[in-house]
């Protein structure tokens, strides 16, 4: 990795957290579920100045103008303890290179988001050293009831509480064996998206887990041909895959063709896979580390968080 490890404040109780907007628009009432989940859990919340803009162009939650200051005055302000997002979609990538890293280095505070966050949080662990959450969003998953499995470590894995393990009884062990590094990745198209670009992850030795959604099956071989072709994966630990919801032949979903594809992509590479481990876009959606250390555990079906991320 290209920076020392910073690890962020872990939250307390009645911490203030800030909810940003640097993707797609929200549905207030789906924005107000959310912000009575984050109370619930015994949090103040203040909002980002342009959460419930919608611009012309992309329809995205305010102009870049809008959607950076509004992040960049959470990221300012002092009484903010932590960062969460409203949701994902597109957005994130335009505003890479006019984002402060001194800035975020410094103030150091929690990020957790996921999808179209994926950038940011390549931009945080890379560029600041920062670790950041891969984890639930406001007006998305906190707006209905959480599943049980990710209700057991959201938001204890904020609070610094959360259990190490994860145990995955269910997941499919598609190459067997041990692996250990930093856990980088999340949404695919993301990762594909950011090749080449000064803010895309170091993946030498690093533990990958991806997920997508909504996607034909050509369209997530030809992301992942990018990867492996860019010669980006030539040095990792391993890889685990989340949720591939919606991935589709042709507008049918076949589950088994998809498992089929990850095989073949990734068999060749030497190291072990896994599949079907409850992260990304459909519950249970368990937040993890990014830039962290841990290990997955082809037999026994287990990642374990190997450090402690939170100051």
Not at 21 to 45: C, H, I, K, M, N
Not at 97 to 112: W, Y
């Amino acid at each position: 990795m290209r920076n020392p490890l910073r690890k962020p404040r872990r939250l307390g109780p009645g911490a203030l957290v800030g909810v940003a907007a640097l993707s797609g628009p929200v549905r207030p009432e789906d924005l107000q579920a959310g912000v009575t989940t984050l109370e619930g859990f015994g949090y103040r919340v203040r909002l980002a100045s342009n959460v419930l803009g919608r611009e012309p162009l992309l329809g995205l939650a305010g102009n870049d103008e809008a959607r950076l200051s509004g992040y960049l005055a959470l990221v300012e302000d002092p009484e903010v303890d932590a960062i969460l997002f409203a949701r994902g979609g597109y957005g994130v990538t335009r505003l890479l290179g006019r984002l402060p890293d001194a800035l975020l280095r410094e103030t150091a505070k929690l990020h957790c988001g996921f999808s179209d966050l994926t950038a940011l949080s390549a931009f945080l662990r890379e560029r600041c050293g920062l670790v950041s959450i891969h984890g639930p969003m406001v007006a998305a998953d906190l707006a209905t009831p959480l599943d049980p499995v990710t209700a057991s470590w959201f938001p204890a894995l904020l609070e610094g509480r959360a259990p190490r393990r994860l145990e995955v009884p269910s997941a499919d062990v598609l190459v067997p064996g041990h692996a250990e590094g930093p856990l980088v990745g999340g949404c695919l198209s993301l990762l594909a998206a950011l090749t080449g670009t000064p803010w895309e992850f170091d993946y030498d030795g690093a533990l990958l887990f991806i997920e997508e959604v909504g996607e034909e099956a050509y369209r997530v071989d030809r992301m992942l041909g990018t990867l492996l072709s860019s010669g980006r994966l030539d040095r990792l630990a391993g890889i685990m895959a989340g949720s591939m919801t919606r991935v589709t032949f042709g507008g049918v979903e076949d589950p088994e063709r998809v498992r089929l594809l990850l095989l073949d992509r990734f068999a060749p590479l030497g190291v072990p896979v896994a599949a079907g481990l409850p992260f990304g876009h459909v519950a249970p959606n368990v937040p993890l580390p990014v830039g962290a250390r841990a290990s997955w555990d082809g037999g026994t079906r287990t990642l374990v968080l190997e450090e402690e991320f939170l100051s």
